[in-house]
């Protein structure tokens, strides 16, 4: 509940400045069913055709799933996402791609540490199975300076939180910048957490866009 306003105030504004932002995009259920039963038929085929691995451990593919026709559904949907959080951030560019596409297959018990996604602008994650006790990630705050002062707080909310835990659901698909550091909770369930994490890059990022953005006042040629 905001504070009473007093009688000497005429008006009172919260300015939201640089604020970290992560898109949430729910499919509609004829859209993700059919596509969620088809990647999960595909995963375990990966996972058979590797005798090699721990039996019930974590499963971790390969970075190239968004090339096998399985997928290609998905990539357009991730494509036509991050198309819109740019026109939304009005950034100039060329072109955009996936620079890697993986999954995710967490058993019980299973966590994944903190992390980033390193040289990317974009990344995200797309859930194929969640449960209750398996569905939420969380998102640190980026300031790192907050911390210097932490006080109590009678209650936590979003804009006191040094961290952000977003509910998750299948179908669901979420971006967010690379630089943004996440992590997922231990898996509570007694089912496999299963989902699809991808980066996005500017293609020709080096020839293009990571020139300097100024001036100078002496021409070189």
């Given at each position: ?215 100078g006042n002496v021409r070189s040629a």
């Amino acid at each position: 509940m905001a504070a009473k306003r007093p009688a000497t105030v005429e008006s009172t504004e919260i300015l939201p400045l640089f604020p970290t932002l992560v898109w949430k995009m729910q499919l509609a259920r004829d859209t993700y069913a059919p596509m969620n039963e088809a990647i999960r038929a595909k995963l375990l085929a990966l996972a058979r055709a590797t005798p090699d691995r721990a039996p019930g451990g974590k499963l971790q593919t390969d970075q190239t799933l968004h090339q096998l026709p399985e997928f290609h559904e998905l990539r357009d949907i991730i494509h036509a996402a991050a198309t819109g959080v740019l026109e939304y951030l009005r950034v100039v560019y060329e072109s955009l791609e996936l620079t890697g596409c993986w999954a995710n297959i967490s058993p019980p018990g299973d966590a994944h540490r903190p992390h980033t996604h390193p040289n990317n602008y974009l990344s995200g994650v797309y859930y194929v199975q969640t449960q209750a006790g398996a569905d939420t990630i969380s998102f640190d705050d980026p300031r790192p300076q907050t911390n210097i002062i932490s006080p109590l707080t009678s209650e936590s909310i979003d804009e006191n939180a040094g961290q952000i835990h977003v509910s998750t659901r299948e179908g669901l698909l979420l971006l967010f910048p690379s630089w943004l550091q996440h992590q997922v909770p231990q898996n509570r369930s007694e089912r496999a957490r299963i989902s699809i994490a991808f980066n996005l890059m500017f293609s020709r990022f080096g020839e293009t866009m990571s020139r300097p953005k100024w001036q100078g006042n002496v021409r070189s040629a």
